[in-house]
């Protein structure tokens, strides 16, 4: 079975970095896209960034473009999105999932909370 | 921009009953929609993609239908564990995003 756990959330101030990890197991995952989705509090889904399997093509939404990124190891099997600049409205769970499109896998989440 | 929109807001089902929703979006999506469930506090499953292919291990009560502008994910028996948010998602274009729709609440009446 496809597993995927992600890790690294907490407290930020705003104007703050933090970086959210997510290991998988059970899948290929060297060919294996990767996307990162947030949902906050009350609110419905949001695709943030997705990333090629080499790691060679990075996609993000407009509301994070020049403040995230988002990376992989694929010797570690682990997905990363470092996040810098932080606001209030990024708090979020953040999910990692596989899929260049719609996603088939998900993580449990992992929360974000951007507050002073 | 493509806007979608997901209808009703809010959809209230007795157990056993049928439900159908509905998603539709401002432009073509050439069938590329993706159906999920939410349960609340669990992440969202696959359910539907290429508007009518069911994810694996996906029960035959949900069937996904529409083409062009307009799909619909229908519910054929409701059960407990169906009662939960469900949102459509759009995918027909690269590079992303991949918007996904505002999201059908399925409660019990």
């Known amino acids: 079975d496809v597993q995927l756990v992600e890790s690294g959330g907490g407290l930020v101030q705003p104007g703050g970095s933090l970086r959210v990890s997510c290991v998988a197991s059970?899948?290929?995952?060297?060919?294996?896209?990767l996307t990162w989705v947030r949902q906050a509090p009350g609110k419905g889904l949001e695709w943030v960034a997705n990333?090629?399997?080499?790691?060679?093509?990075?996609y993000y939404a407009d509301s994070v473009k020049g403040r995230f990124t988002v990376s992989r190891d694929n010797v570690k099997n682990s997905l990363f999105l470092q996040m810098n600049g932080l606001r209030p409205e990024d708090t979020a769970v953040y999910f990692c999932?596989?899929?260049?499109?719609?996603?088939?896998?998900w993580g449990q989440g992992t929360q974000v909370t951007v507050s002073s | 921009e493509i806007l979608m929109t997901q209808s009703p807001a809010t959809l209230s089902v007795s157990p056993g009953e049928r439900a159908t929703l509905s998603c539709r979006a401002s432009?073509?999506?050439?069938?590329?929609v993706a159906w999920y469930r939410q349960k609340p506090g669990q992440a969202p499953r696959l359910l539907i993609y290429?508007?009518?292919t069911r994810a694996t291990g996906v029960p035959a009560r949900f069937s996904g239908s529409g083409s062009g502008t307009e799909f619909n994910l229908t519910i054929s028996s409701l059960q407990s564990e169906d009662f939960a948010v469900y949102y459509c998602?759009?995918?027909?274009?690269?590079?992303?995003?991949?918007?996904f729709g505002p999201g059908t609440r399925v409660d019990i009446k």
């Open positions: 999932s596989v899929g260049p499109y719609y996603s088939d896998h």
């Open positions: 059970g899948l290929t995952f060297h060919n294996s896209w």
């Open positions: 990333i090629k399997p080499d790691g060679n093509e990075k």
């Open positions: 432009q073509d999506f050439n069938n590329n």
């Open positions: 290429g508007a009518s």
């Open positions: 998602q759009y995918y027909n274009h690269w590079p992303p995003p991949f918007t």
